[in-house]
């Protein structure tokens, strides 16, 4: 049941009975339209990084040194800063070193590196390679 003085005020004032239906769908697409083109943009640039790297082996030299030989890929003649941790066996990290690759060396290459540690250490993991663009190791 429709009140008499509304409806004498919708006539007075001329307020129809129009939807925001139509207008709330087009913002609606607008924001998902715009959500679809980034994640296909964030995700064609996550898929081609300009810096791969990857463990090929490890070797504890002794209970103050680790030899590592990492792979390291590039897409483009960057400069690479690759960051290496030895582990001991209750996993706290006894040594690090950050390895940088020149952007006038190959781009695909094996790069070995001597980690000083602490104390003995009994694993080295790659954290992986970074460049002045992807802040993220990869």
């Known amino acids: 049941m429709t009140d008499p003085h509304s409806a004498a005020l919708d006539v007075r004032y001329g307020r129809t009975g129009r939807s925001r239906k139509p207008l709330l769908l087009g913002i609606v697409g607008t924001l998902a339209l715009v959500a679809l083109v980034w994640l296909v943009w964030v995700a064609f640039i996550q898929s081609n990084p300009p810096v791969a790297s990857r463990l090929l082996g490890y070797k504890i030299a002794?209970?103050?040194s680790a030899t590592a030989t990492i792979?390291?890929?590039?897409t483009k003649s960057v400069e690479a800063q690759c960051r290496l941790q030895a582990k001991?066996?209750?996993?706290?990290?006894?040594?690090?070193?950050t390895v940088t690759v020149p952007a006038?060396?190959?781009?695909?290459?094996?790069?070995?590196?001597?980690?000083?540690?602490?104390?003995?250490?009994?694993?080295?993991v790659l954290v992986g390679?970074?460049?002045?663009d992807a802040h993220r190791p990869n």
């Open 104 to 124: 006038d060396s190959p781009r695909q290459q094996s790069i070995e590196a001597t980690l000083t540690t602490q104390r003995a250490a009994t694993a080295v």
């Open 62 to 64: 002794s209970s103050t």
């Open 88 to 97: 001991a066996s209750d996993f706290s990290i006894v040594g690090e070193i």
């Open 71 to 74: 792979q390291v890929d590039r």
């Open 129 to 132: 390679c970074t460049t002045a």
